[in-house]
């Protein structure tokens, strides 16, 4: 019977590091994302455990979930902790004795964080690869703060050559980091299957309201700064600069939700601002083929978070040194910029984040191999920027004109045809 060294080394006794709502609700973010139908894996589970209740919740009714216990007594607590869920979730879900029972599944979740040496996590990883079908999901925990050990450094070095996600999870006591690993490429089709994928570090302020990770790490800069301002001058009244500073700089970075078109034909813009240009063109970067272009400007006071305008794989991405001019003017086409290349169903498609006269950073999100649901966030630019989205001109037609005011993953700027 083969059980893998789960959560750390053999002969540790190190305590468990504990999995809390929110990285379970991570850890399963990949299954929830799928509408299915889609196969499951859980190893490592507890009965009533925060990652078991997170796979069960993502469960849809085409969906079949296995969970292997984290111990060889852990079955039987398991089969009574499903049964007790009902008939629906105990129709959907197995419990098996060991993972030498497990079919390949679609998403394999290790529901303990590993720990330990570096050569027990490559033993974990080898082992759990083997269990996801082609191209199919591996997620798993590592400590967010380095133990004295190797398997965080495993897990990262795997997961700079497999990796299609990384999530910092902050939230959890302690804090932990979640990778998802995509060990054979997956077809590009599936994507057209996902919904958005959760992103944790985007804090929510209301149920339409988040704020991006960026804008949390610098209004607390700006707390800082005044914190540091106010001890060293206290009579001063300089500290109210950066204190009042931090709530608008923290608003540039609003991540609102948004209702992203179910219509399979409609092409979303990839951010919010006002439309510079709509035209047909060829691209040296892209090969020979012509495409229709629609670029975007975004003022300081638009969303500056990105969405993928279409479903797809991210097959390339690049950056292109150049200037800083204002994003508004032709000049501009030879400004910074950060090409990301999706593989879909119509053609190839290209997102291209361009700075600005203000705007002097791209983050970018979405590492080569990862599958980005149509309306998903993928990265942001800081401060006034510009986009562009290139589409196969002969399979799409655009609806949008110059001047038209775009909301980024739900305004339609174009339709496949």
């Known amino acids: 019977m083969t059980q893998f060294p789960v959560g750390g080394t053999s002969g540790a006794s190190r305590r468990p590091i504990q999995i809390g709502d929110r990285a379970a609700r991570v850890l399963a973010s990949e299954l929830a994302r799928h509408s299915g139908p889609k196969t499951g894996l859980v190893i490592g589970a507890t009965a009533g455990s925060a990652a078991l209740a997170a796979a069960i919740d993502a469960l849809l009714p085409d969906d079949r979930l296995t969970v292997v216990g984290s111990g060889p007594d852990a079955a ?79 897990v990262e070095r795997q997961a700079a050559l497999y990796g299609v996600g990384s ?23 599936t994507a057209e299957s996902l919904l958005p994928a959760l992103r944790p570090s985007s804090v929510p302020l209301t149920r339409g309201m988040n704020i991006d990770s960026n804008g949390v790490a610098a209004a607390g800069i700006a707390l800082g700064l005044a914190a540091l301002a106010k001890a060293a001058r206290p009579k001063s009244k300089l500290w109210l600069v950066p204190a009042l500073a931090a709530a608008p700089v923290a608003a540039f970075f609003r991540d609102p939700q948004r209702d992203v078109p179910e219509d399979p034909r409609a092409v979303v813009a990839a951010s919010d601002g006002k439309v510079l240009g709509v035209e047909r063109m060829h691209d040296k970067r892209f090969g020979d083929i012509e ?8 003022s300081v006071l638009d969303v500056h978070v990105n969405r993928a305008p279409v479903a797809g794989k991210v097959i390339d ?36 984040q361009r700075t600005g006269l203000i705007a002097r950073r791209i ?43 775009v909301v980024g993953g739900q305004t339609v700027i174009a339709t496949w045809h």
């Open 291 to 298: 495409f229709l272009r629609i670029a975007v400007f975004l």
């Open 167 to 189: 999530d910092l999870v902050l939230r959890n006591v302690p804090p932990v980091r979640i990778h998802r690993l995509r060990h054979t490429p997956a077809d590009h089709a």
């Open 76 to 154: 039987a607590a398991l089969r009574e902790h499903v049964e007790r869920q009902g008939r629906w979730v105990a129709e959907r879900t197995r419990v098996i004795d060991s993972v030498d029972a497990a079919d390949p599944a679609d998403v394999v979740i290790h529901a303990e964080a590993l720990t330990g040496s570096a050569e027990d996590a490559r033993e974990v990883l080898a082992g759990l690869a083997k269990l996801v079908t082609t191209g199919g999901v591996l997620a798993v925990v590592v400590p967010a703060t380095r133990l004295p050990s190797g398997a965080a450094d495993e």
């Open 363 to 405: 983050v970018q999100r979405a590492p080569i191999g990862s599958l980005l649901a149509k309306g998903e966030r993928f990265g942001l630019i800081r401060f006034g920027s510009r986009t562009d989205v290139y589409l196969p001109a002969e399979r799409a037609t655009p609806v949008v004109a110059p001047g038209d005011r």
């Open 317 to 352: 991405y690049f950056v292109e040194d150049g200037g800083y001019a204002a994003a508004m003017k032709p000049e501009a086409e030879h400004n910074v910029a950060a090409y990301t290349l999706l593989e879909t169903a119509h053609g190839p498609v290209a997102v291209v």
